[in-house]
C-alpha cells in the first residue's frame, strides 16, 4: 500500500487526499494523481491520517468542462435524487452515496472548482447530520472572514468584493483563520467560529478555532471606520444571506432547510454581540474595535418580538418560494 509508483502501477497514496473540514473527514480519491497533489498542496495545513467518515470515489471529465460560472441557483431548482443516486446542477455532478458502507462516488462534467466546492458544502452537512446528529443543529457554514484575536474570534460576513480578503490581509499580524468560508458552531452553550479548507485569496489561513467574541457586517466604508449597531431584524435579514445553506448530498425540502438557517440566525443574534462595520483599507479598523471594547458598548437590545415576526414571514416567504 505504501509502495513507491513503479512501472505504471499507481499507489493509492498518490490517489488519496484525506481533508479534515471542522468535525468531520473525508478521504478524497482521483484516478489522476495530479488531482491529488494540487490539493494536499493548496489544502495542506487541512490534510490528516484521521480515518475517513466518508471515502469519495471522483471522477472528472474534461472533455465535457460544462460552464459553471452561472451556477444554477436555487439548488433544489437543479437537483435530482433517486435512491442513493444524486444529481445536481442539471448534470454537473452526479454520484451514488452510501452513507453505512462510508464510501461515495461523484462524477464531475468540468474541473471548474465552483463545482468542487460546492459538492464539499454538501458533503459536510451530509457528515455532520449522519456523524453527529446532535451537534448539528447550530453548525452552519457562513461566506466570512475569520480572525483569532487574543485567543477571541472575530467574524466579518459580507457578500463578495465586500472586503473579506482585505480584512485578512490586513489582519496579518493576528491569526487569520479564513478570508472565505468559515464554521460557526454552537458547542457546550457557547458559539466558536472554526476555520475550513474553501479559502479566498488569503493563502496565510490557519486550522484552528476561537470562542466568537463578535460579528461585524461589512462594508467599504468613506472617510472614516464607522461601527454601529443594528437591529436584530436587520442583523438575521443580511446575515442569513452569506449563510451557507444546509443542503445533504439527499435533501430535497427547501422549507426545511431554510427554516434551519433561520433558527440558527436567530439563536446566534441572541448569544453573540453584532454590528455593522464600515471600514477603511487599512490597520485602523482594528482601533476602532478596540474602542469599541474599552466602552463596553454593546449592540442594542432590540424587541425579540422583531425576531418572531421575521421568522413568520421567512416561513411564509420559503413556502411560497418553494411552491412558485
Not at 252 to 278: I, K, S
Request: charged share 25%; net charge negative.
Amino acid at each position: 500500500m505504501k509502495a513507491k509508483m513503479n512501472r505504471g502501477i499507481i499507489n493509492i497514496e498518490d490517489t488519496e487526499c484525506r481533508l479534515q473540514i471542522g468535525d468531520v473527514c473525508c478521504a478524497l480519491r482521483f484516478k489522476d494523481p495530479a488531482y491529488s497533489s494540487y490539493l494536499k498542496e493548496r489544502l495542506k495545513r487541512y490534510i490528516t491520517e484521521e480515518e475517513a467518515d466518508l471515502t469519495i470515489d471522483i471522477t472528472v471529465n474534461v472533455t465535457l468542462d460544462k460552464e459553471e460560472s452561472n451556477l444554477p441557483y436555487p439548488l433544489f431548482t437543479s437537483k435530482s435524487v433517486n435512491g442513493n443516486d444524486f444529481e445536481f446542477y442539471n448534470g454537473l455532478i452526479k454520484g451514488t452515496l452510501n452513507l453505512e458502507d462510508k464510501r461515495c462516488a461523484a462524477f464531475f462534467s468540468g474541473k471548474g472548482i465552483d463545482a468542487f466546492k460546492h459538492f464539499m458544502f454538501m458533503v459536510y452537512y451530509t457528515l455532520m447530520k449522519y456523524c453527529h446528529p446532535g451537534e448539528s443543529k447550530n453548525n452552519f457554514l457562513v461566506h466570512a472572514c475569520a480572525v483569532s484575536r487574543d485567543g477571541e474570534g472575530y467574524v466579518f460576513v459580507g457578500p463578495s468584493k465586500s472586503g473579506k480578503s482585505t480584512i485578512a490581509r490586513l489582519s496579518s499580524d493576528y491569526s487569520v483563520l479564513n478570508d472565505e468560508t468559515v464554521i460557526i458552531k454552537k458547542e457546550k452553550g457557547s458559539y466558536i467560529v472554526g476555520s475550513t479548507p474553501f479559502r479566498g485569496d488569503f493563502l496565510d489561513n490557519e486550522n484552528v478555532s476561537a470562542p466568537l467574541k463578535a460579528i461585524f457586517l461589512i462594508k467599504h466604508g468613506n472617510g472614516k471606520n464607522i461601527i454601529k449597531s443594528i437591529s436584530k431584524m436587520e442583523f438575521i435579514t443580511r446575515f442569513i444571506r452569506e449563510v451557507i445553506s444546509p443542503n445533504t448530498l439527499f435533501s430535497t425540502n427547501v422549507e426545511n432547510t431554510f427554516l434551519e438557517m433561520l433558527d440558527f440566525c436567530a439563536d446566534v443574534a441572541n448569544e453573540v454581540p453584532f454590528y455593522e462595520l464600515q471600514f477603511l483599507p487599512d490597520r485602523s479598523f482594528w482601533d476602532s474595535i478596540d474602542e469599541l471594547e474599552r466602552g463596553g458598548r454593546r449592540c442594542e437590545d432590540t424587541q425579540y418580538n422583531a425576531v418572531l415576526v421575521y421568522h413568520g414571514a421567512a416561513r411564509e416567504h420559503a413556502v411560497g418560494k418553494d411552491m412558485g
